[in-house]
Nanobody, 112 residues
Framework: QVQLVESGGGLVQAGGSLRLSCVVS????????IGWHRQAPGKAREWVATITSAGNTRYPDSGKGRFTVSRDNAKNTAYLQMNSLKPEDTAVYFCTAGRSYWGQGIQVTVSS
């Protein structure tokens, strides 16, 4: 059974930073691609970043330069470092493992 738990969200002022963590239980972490997604109220879910099992990273054009995804296989943990946050980054952020597993989500609120 694979379970994902996000942490590190909260309230931050515009221009600030947050680092989200995603702990993945079980023994499959090392072979799973880890993704981050977000959903703002009234908007569709949006892909934020991916780090593959080999450590390669991918981002949509909108997130390049401000968000950085990483992973620590020894800790079964993935991270999303978010810098220069904007009010429009306010959303519930989810981590995913492979194509089937999702965390419960964590709120990030950026005040102007």
């Amino acid at each position: 059974q694979v379970q994902l738990v996000e942490s590190g969200g909260g309230l931050v002022q515009a221009g600030g930073s947050l680092r989200l963590s995603c702990v993945v239980s079980g023994s499959l972490f090392n072979i799973l691609d880890i993704g981050w997604h977000r959903q703002a109220p009234g908007k569709a879910r949006e892909w934020v970043a991916t780090i593959t099992s080999a450590g390669n990273t991918r981002y949509p054009d909108s997130g390049k330069g401000r968000f950085t995804v990483s992973r620590d296989n020894a800790k079964n943990t993935a991270y999303l470092q978010m810098n220069s946050l904007k009010p429009e980054d306010t959303a519930v952020y989810f981590c995913t493992a492979g194509r089937s597993y999702w965390g419960q989500g964590i709120q990030v609120t950026v005040s102007s």
